[in-house]
């Protein structure tokens, strides 16, 4: 697992790259933020290990920032204030599309990179997202729960943090999929 995250974070780091202008015989650092929902989920553990260690390996200044939770209102600050701090480069993790629209545009219009993974803003002006197809994988876990109760049964619906984009993707997708399932046991 962490080698397809570093593998991941190697990716995300090349791609955002790419989308810069060429620099002068390499003479600016180029400082890339990478914003994770929040500090205190210990998912990102892996992409943020493998964003320093590509950034150490690619000459890069990575700053691994983020609000203490999850939270949109503290997440568009820490990009309001990477924007002041005039980095290069952001990939952030959004925990609401809609609240992170603005702040994202605003960056890209002030000439920084902005990237989406594992949780999109696609109305924004980003570059890309990396990521899953989360409706895809929701689908897919509904298919799965077809083999474990081929007679039916009660399913609860666990999940992190409401509102996150991806997330909500993936109960859409469980619940599209749920839907079928019970329409097929009629």
């Known amino acids: 697992m962490k080698s397809?995250?570093?593998r991941v974070g190697l990716v995300l780091v090349i791609l955002i790259l790419s989308s810069f202008a060429v620099y002068a015989g390499g003479s600016k650092e180029v400082t890339i933020?990478?914003?994770?929902?929040?500090l205190d989920n210990a998912i990102f553990l892996d992409a943020k290990d493998a964003a320093e260690k590509t950034g150490k390996e690619l000459g890069l200044k990575i700053l691994w920032v983020g609000s203490t939770k999850s939270d949109a209102a503290e997440q568009v600050s820490v990009l309001e204030g990477l924007?002041?701090?005039?980095?290069?480069?952001?990939?952030?993790?959004?925990?609401?599309?809609n609240a992170l629209?603005?702040?994202?545009?605003r960056a890209m219009d002030k000439g920084i990179?902005?990237?989406?993974f594992d949780s999109d803003s696609p109305d924004s002006k980003r570059l890309f997202y990396?990521?899953?197809?989360?409706?895809?994988?929701?689908?897919?876990?509904?298919?799965f729960m077809k083999e474990l109760l081929p007679r039916g049964g009660k399913v609860a619906i666990l999940t992190g943090v409401l509102g996150a984009p991806n997330l909500e993707q993936r109960i859409v997708g469980f619940r599209d999929?749920?839907?079928?399932?019970?329409?097929?046991r009629r």
């Open 4 to 6: 397809v995250l570093r």
């Open 33 to 38: 933020a990478v914003v994770p929902k929040a």
């Open 83 to 97: 924007i002041q701090k005039k980095v290069d480069g952001i990939l952030v993790s959004c925990n609401d599309a």
């Open 101 to 105: 629209k603005d702040v994202i545009d």
């Open 113 to 116: 990179k902005v990237a989406t």
């Open 130 to 143: 990396a990521g899953t197809d989360n409706y895809g994988i929701g689908k897919q876990t509904a298919e």
């Open 177 to 184: 999929g749920f839907r079928g399932l019970a329409d097929d």
